[in-house]
């Protein structure tokens, strides 16, 4: 009897034991609850992968897990993804979510990057919440994942490669084979006349090197004679440019000097016209009538002799 009450009393207290570390781990767990912030995520893409108690990380930093995953009721294309974070993660405005797969073992996590420094943190506005907390939580907004980016191209690239395929076929018909061998046939023959001719192709292509070093050359004359053209004019063009600059300068000031002259000859020019030339002009003309009345003398004295002059002339004889 003693026995099985002693029994009874370690059951008692094991219960008892059990039942405090179980309220311990509730309460532990409520706190830990109220230091996290929960947060929903809108994913379009499949999450496959992703469950319960998956890990949520902050730019490579576990900063919680994933609570809830459930097809959205308000739009069944999306599902929601329910996650708590640790209080202090910098989820700010510009944070977004990805899936990403943990290697090959096919279990995926959520990451959170792109947060900018300075952003305020993503919470519900006080004005109409709802419209942008639709759950009562704040919502993170998702950018495709390398896999989800592919998933979600997979049918254009599909599609893509089927009109590749098509016109590869198109392209390599039996008419078009025909005619790329018959282009590989003459590519083939080209090579073998250029393998042929390949010691004329030397011995051109060294004239041709011969011909550019020559050229190198003349060039190299060519800017020696301008340097020396160059000291030529520097050295002896100097004195002849100054010398004509003292010619310039001299008959400048001979130019000068004979408009003066000038200037002071213009009265007496005036006055030799208006006054002198007149009298000039009427000497000439009594010279000429001078001239004319000795030519008459000449001329008398010729013809009648010296008596002319001072006797009166003979008269003529008459018959009876």
């Not at 994942?145 to 599609?159: D, I």
């Not at 060294?206 to 160059?230: H, M, P, S």
Request: proline share 6%; with cysteine.
């Amino acid at each position: 009897m003693e026995t099985r009450s002693n029994h009874v009393l370690v059951g008692t207290v094991t219960l008892l034991l059990l039942a405090g570390i179980m309220l311990a781990a509730f309460w532990f767990s409520r706190l830990s609850d109220g230091e996290n912030k929960e947060y929903d995520i809108f994913f379009k893409q499949s999450v496959n992968g992703l469950a319960k108690g998956s890990s949520v990380n902050y730019s490579g930093v576990p900063s919680g897990q994933v609570e809830k995953i459930e097809l959205w009721k308000r739009d069944p294309g999306f599902v929601k993804v329910r996650i708590s974070v640790k209080e202090g993660t910098p989820v700010l405005l510009g944070t977004t979510a990805t899936i990403q797969g943990v290697g090959f073992t096919g279990v995926s996590e959520i990451v959170l990057d792109g947060a900018v420094k300075g952003a305020p943190p993503i919470r519900c506005p006080d004005n109409n919440p709802l419209s942008a907390c639709p759950d009562g939580v704040p919502v993170i907004p998702t950018k495709p994942g390398a896999l989800g980016e592919l998933l979600n191209n997979a049918p254009q690239l599909l599609e893509r490669l089927s009109t590749l395929t098509e016109r590869l076929t198109e392209l390599l018909d039996d008419k078009n084979q025909q005619s790329i061998a018959g282009i590989l046939s003459n590519v083939e023959k080209m090579t073998g006349a250029l393998a042929d001719r390949s010691p004329e192709i030397s011995a051109t292509l060294a004239e041709a090197r011969i011909a550019v070093q020559r050229t190198g050359i003349a060039a190299e004359n060519i800017g020696k004679l301008a340097a020396t053209t160059d000291s030529l004019l520097n050295d002896e063009g100097r004195p002849m440019m100054a010398d004509l600059r003292k010619s310039v300068q001299a008959a400048t000031r001979s130019i000068d000097t004979l408009d003066k002259t000038i200037a002071e000859a213009q009265p007496g020019v005036h006055a030799f016209s208006n006054q002198t030339m007149p009298e000039v002009n009427q000497l000439v003309r009594d010279l000429r009538e001078m001239s004319r009345a000795f030519r008459g003398v000449a001329e008398k004295l010729d013809q009648q002799g010296a008596g002319s002059l001072v006797g009166s002339p003979k008269l003529p004889d008459y018959k009876n």
